[in-house]
């Protein structure tokens, strides 16, 4: 994987700018932690200084240049350096060389002696002068804490470039692994764009931010499949289904400019040819009736609709026109079933299923709606003990113009059913259709 397009990912640069965030953030501490040791280093030596100072004063000055011999030739006293001069300038006890000494605290090196590290030693001293007019010079070498800054400098170098090194791996691991899921991503887009409308993104086995979107992809490439495939569908079948009226209107036409002899034969060809062409207008009329339902737009001006009164109405109205055509229409309704809706398209839906009932079952049949709440969903059946539809059949009679056999020469264009699936997804609802043993029973939950 090319490293450049790698250094570009956005895993990678976020990894980069935390590692650097967090190297800002550590070296700021180790500043302080810095700053804070060497300074409690420093007060420690600059107390020992003083009570040793104190200590020599307390013997005496006259024995102070014996005090100081001992304390050189005593293993506990070693870390101190001592200088006592008398008046003049001149070495009376220590181990340092005569010279030039002020008073108070001073920092100098030793030129001929050396520390661990090569670099000339380096003396914290404190000097007084005496009654007698001599001083003493108390100093102890910075060993200690060079050794102390040199370690915690080592210790934090070491720290930083570990946690760097880290930071760049786990960023270039993680851009990579974002490249590899992409590149996945890349080609599937690339497979559906050259016409692969069944190939889909990987999900993966993650349950991270990048799957997430994987699977709404994959829901929205289902939804633009079924469309494709319905808008082909739809295609096809009003090919199909419009040759038929067509041919026959053209036969009419042509029939009355060849045989009809009287103004009133070519009024019953034009009386006939329209209501071909009414019969055109409902088709398409329906069918940009259905396309504006699933365009989702009517939910805008959804209101509290009473089911209940609502299959009730339907009920009263119908009931004589299935007594006329010899059937039977009863309903079971359940009072109060609201539901927020499209009054109009709830009644258009209550309609579609009842007429097709009544169109295709014989005399002698029993219809019947039921309304009825079942927890949170309300529930829309209408049933019948016709014949039914075969188990197959059933998924395809919900798509646009699809007729079985049995109903090829009965009126009609097969929307009926379509127009009831896209009122009922409009309104969230599930439509189920099943075996009424015998007959079919077309339910539908809403979810209140």
Request: with cysteine.
């Amino acid at each position: 994987m090319p490293l450049p397009r790698l250094l570009k990912t956005p895993s990678f640069r976020l990894a980069a700018l935390s590692a650097l965030l967090f190297s800002l953030i550590a070296m700021l501490v180790f500043g302080l932690i810095y700053w804070a040791s060497t300074r409690f280093i420093e007060r420690q030596i600059d107390q020992s200084l003083l009570i040793e100072m104190a200590s020599l004063e307390s013997q005496g000055q006259a024995d102070m240049a014996q005090v100081i011999a001992e304390r050189l030739s005593a293993p506990s006293t070693r870390e101190f350096i001592y200088l006592l001069q008398d008046r003049d300038g001149q070495r009376m006890a220590g181990n340092l060389p005569p010279q030039a000494v002020i008073e108070g605290w001073q920092n100098f090196e030793i030129p001929d002696q050396t520390s661990k590290d090569g670099d000339p030693t380096q003396l914290r001293a404190f000097a007084k002068r005496l009654a007698n007019g001599g001083l003493l010079l108390v100093a102890r070498d910075m060993d200690e804490l060079d050794e102390l800054t040199d370690f915690m400098e080592n210790s934090f170098a070491i720290g930083f470039a570990v946690t760097l090194a880290v930071a760049l791996g786990a960023g270039m691991l993680l851009g990579r692994n974002f490249l590899r899921r992409l590149d996945k991503v890349n080609a599937s887009v690339g497979s559906i764009m050259a016409g692969e409308l069944h190939r889909r993104i990987p999900v993966g086995s993650g349950h991270d931010e990048f799957s997430t979107l994987s699977v709404n992809l994959n829901h929205m490439l289902d939804r633009i499949q079924e469309l494709m495939e319905g808008m082909q569908q739809v295609t096809n079948d009003i090919a199909h289904d419009m040759r038929t009226p067509l041919s026959r209107l053209r036969q009419r036409l042509e029939r009355a400019r060849i045989t009809a002899c009287s103004v009133e034969e070519f009024e019953q060809t034009v009386d006939a040819a329209l209501e071909d062409v009414a019969g055109l207008q409902d088709m398409f009329g329906a069918l940009l009736r259905i396309a504006q339902i699933e365009s989702k737009a009517r939910r805008a001006g959804f209101q509290s609709v009473d089911l209940s009164e609502l299959a009730q109405t339907i009920f009263e109205t119908y009931q004589p026109v299935a007594e006329d055509g010899g059937r039977s229409l009863t309903a079971e309704i359940e009072p109060g079933v609201t539901l927020p809706g499209d009054q109009q398209l709830l009644s258009q839906l209550l309609v579609n299923l009842v007429e097709n009932a009544l169109c295709h079952t014989p005399a002698g049949s029993m219809i019947r709606i039921s309304v009825k709440r079942a927890g949170g969903v309300a529930l829309l059946s209408v049933a019948d003990n016709g014949p039914g539809i075969p188990e197959t059949e059933r998924p395809k009679v919900l798509r646009r113009f699809y007729r079985m056999d049995a109903s090829r020469h009965s009126t009609g264009f097969g929307l009926g059913l379509s127009m009831v699936s896209a009122i009922a997804g409009l309104h969230h609802g599930q439509i189920l259709l099943e075996d009424n043993q015998p007959g079919l029973r077309v339910s539908i939950g809403f979810m209140l």
